[in-house]
């Protein structure tokens, strides 16, 4: 568990500034939802948070350490995304047990840990397959295992179950929940979908043009949107 604070953040490519004096407080062991219009940030603010993309100005700190120079490992994030992004030559466990290899991990070290996380997402079955022997489910499983193998403080998730169908989606919403019920780390989690906002969220933060248009408890955003963008987001305004 950690928290993380943003305090000015802004993220510029070129002469267009894509996110804007973005100042957020993200509370120990809490699930914080972020929704928004495509385009209007959340990605880039994920990728900054995990390390993938520099701050252009303003400051990232993690359990009140500032954070902007640090890599990905010495920030203790990991990030799940939309394609999955698994490496389709390697077996399920290869995948999970990539990022740890490259940590120096001894083969025992991995396989245990490997292990843990199978066992977490209920893959074990499916260790020795590689990615396109598995369904949508299935490698959005691994996906999230890749994560987990690394025990990290912060969990960044990118639309993660935006891929998957209908049903599917429901399961592994009721998956998250359990997962961040039993870990109790700290989760970041971009959605388009209302209804995973919605049950999952302790805070939901609705953006829209790089900036924070609200922010609140999933309660307090049905009953008080601040205005019709926000009650579109979130549900009708009363
Ligand atoms: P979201 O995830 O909310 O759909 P993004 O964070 O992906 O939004 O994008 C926010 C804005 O930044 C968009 O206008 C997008 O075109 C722009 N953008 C994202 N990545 C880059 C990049 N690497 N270079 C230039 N512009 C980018
Ligand atoms: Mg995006």
């Given at each position: 568990m950690a928290n993380v604070a943003l305090s000015e953040v802004s993220k510029s490519y070129g002469s267009l500034?894509?996110?804007?004096g973005l100042n957020l407080q993200i509370e120990d062991g809490s699930f914080t939802v972020f929704v928004g219009p495509s385009g209007c940030g959340k990605s880039t603010l994920l990728r900054m948070i995990a390390g993938l993309e520099p701050i252009t100005k303003g400051t990232l700190q993690i359990d009140g350490k500032t954070m902007n120079q640090a890599d990905p490992i010495e920030r203790g994030v990991a990030m799940v995304f939309q394609n999955y992004a698994?490496?389709?030559?390697?077996?399920v466990e290869q995948n999970i047990g990539f990022s740890l290899r490259m940590a120096g991990l001894t083969k025992d070290e991995i396989a245990s840990r490997v292990a843990v996380a199978a066992k977490t997402l209920q893959i074990e079955p499916l260790l020795k397959r590689k990615p396109g022997q598995l369904s949508g489910g299935q490698r959005q499983r691994v996906a999230i295992g890749r994560a987990i193998v690394r025990d990290p403080e912060v969990f960044l998730f990118d639309?993660?179950?935006?891929?998957?169908d209908a049903e599917l989606r429901v399961s592994m919403r009721v998956e998250i929940a359990k997962l961040h019920n039993q870990l109790g780390s700290t989760m970041i989690y971009v959605t388009h979908d209302q209804t995973e906002a919605m049950t999952l969220a302790d805070k939901i933060v609705v953006m829209r043009a790089g900036k924070i248009e609200q922010a609140g408890t999933p309660e307090e955003l049905y009953d008080n949107p601040d205005n019709l963008f926000v009650a579109g987001f979130i549900g009708s305004p009363r």
């Amino acid at each position: 568990m950690a928290n993380v604070a943003l305090s000015e953040v802004s993220k510029s490519y070129g002469s267009l500034e894509v996110i804007e004096g973005l100042n957020l407080q993200i509370e120990d062991g809490s699930f914080t939802v972020f929704v928004g219009p495509s385009g209007c940030g959340k990605s880039t603010l994920l990728r900054m948070i995990a390390g993938l993309e520099p701050i252009t100005k303003g400051t990232l700190q993690i359990d009140g350490k500032t954070m902007n120079q640090a890599d990905p490992i010495e920030r203790g994030v990991a990030m799940v995304f939309q394609n999955y992004a698994l490496y389709p030559h390697m077996t399920v466990e290869q995948n999970i047990g990539f990022s740890l290899r490259m940590a120096g991990l001894t083969k025992d070290e991995i396989a245990s840990r490997v292990a843990v996380a199978a066992k977490t997402l209920q893959i074990e079955p499916l260790l020795k397959r590689k990615p396109g022997q598995l369904s949508g489910g299935q490698r959005q499983r691994v996906a999230i295992g890749r994560a987990i193998v690394r025990d990290p403080e912060v969990f960044l998730f990118d639309e993660p179950l935006s891929n998957l169908d209908a049903e599917l989606r429901v399961s592994m919403r009721v998956e998250i929940a359990k997962l961040h019920n039993q870990l109790g780390s700290t989760m970041i989690y971009v959605t388009h979908d209302q209804t995973e906002a919605m049950t999952l969220a302790d805070k939901i933060v609705v953006m829209r043009a790089g900036k924070i248009e609200q922010a609140g408890t999933p309660e307090e955003l049905y009953d008080n949107p601040d205005n019709l963008f926000v009650a579109g987001f979130i549900g009708s305004p009363r």
